[in-house]
């Protein structure tokens, strides 16, 4: 039996490759959306505003937006490939505590976003949010800051290429989809993953501040691709953290506090001085070795 569902399994990847749908393949398993009804009442929430941006091809995208009006910096928010954003504003919540403005996106076919959700749609997306913030919002480049979780690394990294912007915050980032594919046990269809989510190769065309937080018990995006990510980037301005004992999911509540002390740091010493790298020293002192 469980031969003959793996048959079908193949059977149906490979017709849906030959039709042209290896995209839609690669969407199947990189998404996993938690919709909310679209006429859901705005969060009555003290200091959050509800707010929709219209991405390039025109699909209403949701989004949460946090000010602090005692900052100058603002931190675009890029979540991972399940739930909605609305899992993740308490984080964002803790974050602008830290000192900083939040926006935090729902990609599309994700909470009161429209549309499904694919790689160029959040790559879209994010181009969309980010543009918001500076022709809407009129914060400087140089005080943006992306900040991706898993999949939200992939456009956290694509858009920040050839940017010179505040930093580039990456948790629990992976390598490519091919990668992915072998640490799902699909590695005979990473042909169909193709050059998906190719951290690695953009993070050559990366020119600003880079903050990487990992966990060493993380069995989703194994350590090991957060490493080969934060090799090819440029060497000045980058910063790696492990953190002991974190998964994929846990990496926030085992580190606690220091994952948000981390973060403000990153953000005051790149604003200070254009560069991370002088936190590097301090940062694996407390969250453990490279």
């Given at each position: 039996?469980?031969?003959?569902?793996?048959?079908?399994?193949?059977?149906?990847?490979?017709?849906?490759?030959?039709?042209?749908?290896?995209?839609?393949?690669?969407?199947?398993?990189?998404f996993h959306p938690e919709k909310v009804p679209a006429d859901l009442p705005p969060l009555n929430r003290p200091g959050v505003l509800e707010l929709f941006l219209s991405s390039t091809d025109n699909i209403r995208i949701h989004c949460f937006y946090i000010e602090n009006k005692s900052s100058d910096n603002v931190v675009l928010y890029l979540h991972g490939n399940a739930g909605n954003a609305y899992h993740r504003l308490n984080d964002a919540l803790t974050l602008s505590q830290t000192g900083t403005s939040v926006l935090l996106l729902d990609y599309r076919g994700f909470g009161k976003s429209e549309g499904s959700p694919s790689e160029d749609g959040i790559y879209d997306d994010t181009f969309s949010a980010f543009s918001f913030l500076t022709h809407e919002k009129h914060f400087d480049a140089k005080n943006i800051f992306l900040l991706g979780r898993s999949i939200?690394?992939?456009?956290?990294?694509?858009?920040?290429?050839?940017?010179?912007?505040?930093?580039?915050i990456l948790v629990t980032p992976l390598s490519s989809g091919r990668d992915m594919a072998d640490v799902m046990n699909l590695g005979f269809l990473s042909w169909v993953a193709g050059s998906s989510f190719d951290n690695v190769s953009k993070a050559k065309h990366i020119i600003s501040p880079v903050l990487v937080i990992h966990g060493d018990r993380d069995g989703i995006t194994p350590i090991r691709m957060g490493k080969k990510v934060f090799q090819a980037l440029p060497e000045k301005t980058?910063?790696?953290i492990t953190v002991p004992g974190a998964g994929h999911n846990d990496l926030i509540q085992v580190a606690g506090e220091s994952f948000w002390l981390w973060i403000?740091?990153?953000?005051?010493?790149?604003?200070?001085?254009?560069?991370?790298?002088?936190?590097?020293?301090?940062?694996?002192?407390?969250?453990?070795?490279?």
């Open positions: 039996m469980i031969k003959q569902t793996r048959f079908l399994i193949l059977a149906l990847f490979f017709l849906m490759a030959a039709s042209g749908c290896s995209g839609c393949l690669v969407s199947h398993f990189a939200g690394t992939t456009a956290a990294i694509h858009i920040a290429q050839h940017k010179t912007i505040g930093g580039l980058k910063t790696f403000s740091e990153f953000m005051q010493n790149s604003a200070a001085t254009g560069s991370g790298s002088d936190l590097s020293l301090t940062m694996q002192l407390n969250a453990g070795p490279f």
